[in-house]
């Protein structure tokens, strides 16, 4: 009876404790931030690798490559919110070799990402092993603790082209104009696209022309050789901002598509079936040849009767 007194009581002593350390911390413990910056404040975000490493600035409200191509605000802003936000709860490892073991010191880390607002540096972090899906090992660079997030190096690649902003070469606002340097000019007027020549033209199908300019989309930094391109085209476009030329170069090899802005200073990788929607002739952009089926048919049976009498 008395054991059974001392066993609840026990038990009691640990509620209460229990009770009283919930009370104090304000309720459930909840992951506190891993990092300690505004997003909105930073215009600077470095992110070295292994072998490279890449700097990307913000101008305005865009953010610009270190070749001055503009990148993809979308995902940049996206990434640094991501960091901003992500919470760590109990250290994972806190010695030196655990450091190494996980790859998060300077002398042997996967990636280095540092942020700035101004000269101010608001974060500096390394990044290392994965120790599951989606998640990685992280350490502060002046701290010792070793935290396990939900990130992935994957996300903050050292490649020009994976900041690139794949909407760069498209019109701004609706084309006006189009012309096929050496073959053909479409005009838009009102609503309706004619050609000088006055051939006519299937709206629809113009229309789903102009869409491929407008929705045009790159996927890399090319370095091609222009000059060994097996066919050159040129469009000379007319949007809001005016009239710019469009170069778009393809390779037998390998089916390559590369195009090429005045009003940009690089030369940019095309897929393949974006490409190939590229070239049209005016005859593709035409009406439909309708054939008189009913014709086709009596003329079928005039041959018909021509074959009875012969025989």
């Known amino acids: ?80 919110g991501k960091l901003a936000d992500i919470g760590a709860d109990w250290p994972v490892a806190t010695t030196q070799s655990a450091a190494k073991r996980f790859e998060v010191t300077q002398a042997s880390f ?63 606002g609706s084309i006006q104009s189009f012309e096929r340097v050496g073959a053909y000019k479409l005009v838009k007027e009102e609503g309706k696209w004619t050609t000088e020549s006055d051939t006519e033209l299937d709206e629809s199908k113009v229309r789903s022309y102009m869409d491929r300019f407008e929705s045009l989309s790159v996927f890399e930094l090319s370095d091609n050789e222009l000059a060994e391109a097996t066919s050159t085209t040129q469009f000379a476009i007319e949007d809001d901002q005016g009239f710019f030329l469009l170069t778009i170069y393809h390779f037998d090899v390998a089916d390559a598509w590369v195009a090429v802005s005045d009003r940009r200073g690089s030369q940019y990788g095309v897929a393949t ?24 048919s009596e003329s079928d049976d005039d041959m018909e009767e021509i074959l009875i009498e012969t025989d």
């Open 1 to 80: 009876m008395k054991q059974n007194f001392l066993i609840g009581l026990f038990v009691v002593q640990v509620l209460v404790i229990a009770l009283f350390l919930l009370t104090q911390s304000g309720g459930v413990r909840s992951p506190e931030a891993f990092l300690d910056f505004d997003a909105a404040s930073v215009d600077r975000f470095v992110i070295a690798g292994k072998d490279e490493s890449i700097e990307l600035t913000k101008d305005g409200e865009q953010w610009v490559l270190p070749d001055g191509n503009p990148a993809d605000v979308e995902k940049v802003e996206r990434v640094i």
């Open 110 to 172: 996967q990636k280095q990402i540092s942020i700035y607002s101004g000269e101010n540096m608001l974060a500096d972090l390394y990044l290392g092993t994965s120790p599951s899906f989606r998640r990685v090992h992280a350490r502060q660079v002046n701290d010792g603790d070793i935290y396990s997030i939900e990130f992935s190096n994957f996300e903050v690649g050292t490649s020009l082209s994976g900041w690139l902003d794949r909407n760069l070469l498209q019109p701004s």
């Open 273 to 296: 079936y974006i490409g190939s929607q590229l070239i049209k002739d005016l005859t593709d952009l035409s009406p439909d040849i309708e054939v008189d089926v009913e014709s086709d």
